[in-house]
């Protein structure tokens, strides 16, 4: 039973790219979020995803950000117009249900902003 | 809204002694309780959650914690720590029921030296 998967586990963009993160969950788990985890702080919570649904996307910022986790595919946090604070490493984690039950993370995509 | 504070940002533990790391939360009813253990450059991994019951959970790799609703804390403990034991414990806190993500701490970063 494969974990979460995430793609590209590293990924260089320049300023004003996009950049595009993606992440399949683990079998048999509808829910997605995305943790953004920058330089020597913990991990901040950025979006809450089902099924065609955003839940949360309290921690998202406004501008540039984008997520999605449609009906068929891998979910997507798309960073648009790239700047050097993005540099940071992006989590995924997928859980079964919405009951507060365990969350498992993915490997994690390195941004880099050069 | 739940919260976390670990209040050791790096702690420093020679091979073969014991280890405690410290976690208090902020949370109105019984929460869920998690610790989580990431290696560098790497994603992370489950050591051990509190849903209910016996408060002296057990995790994997000899780790176990302790749930205290008296002093809002979950510390995480190891009777003799392995120099593979080296990495970055996050402890998490999660809501029974609804639509709302894990709160993580800001992490506490274990060395061990000979």
């Known amino acids: 039973n494969a974990g979460v998967m995430q793609n590209p586990r590293h990924l260089v963009r320049r300023r004003g790219q996009e950049a595009r993160l993606r992440c399949s969950p683990m079998k048999g788990h509808s829910h997605v979020y995305w943790y953004r985890q920058l330089p020597e702080e913990g991990l901040k919570f950025m979006v809450y995803l089902q099924k065609e649904n955003i839940i949360d996307e309290s921690g998202m910022p406004k501008e540039r950000f984008s997520a999605e986790f449609p009906k068929e595919g891998p979910s997507i946090l798309r960073i648009q117009q790239v700047v050097r604070g993005d540099s940071a490493a992006y989590f995924c984690?997928?859980?079964?249900?919405?009951?507060?039950?365990?969350?498992?993370f993915g490997e994690g995509s390195w941004l880099t902003v050069v | 809204a739940q919260s976390v504070t670990q209040p050791d940002i790096h702690i420093t533990v020679s091979e073969g002694a014991s280890l405690e790391l410290r976690c208090n939360y902020s949370y109105g009813a019984t929460p869920y309780l998690f610790w989580y253990v990431q290696s560098p450059g790497q994603g992370l991994q489950l050591l051990l959650k509190?849903?209910?019951?016996?408060?002296l959970v057990q995790g994997i790799k000899g780790f176990e914690a302790e749930f205290k609703r008296s002093q809002s804390s979950f510390n995480l403990r190891k009777p003799s720590v392995h120099w593979s034991d080296a990495a970055e414990y996050f402890c998490a806190v999660g809501v029974r029921g609804g639509n709302t993500p894990l709160v993580f701490g800001k992490g506490t970063r274990l060395s061990v030296i000979a």
């Open positions: 984690a997928s859980s079964r249900d919405n009951s507060g039950n365990t969350i498992y």
């Open positions: 509190y849903f209910s019951g016996d408060t």
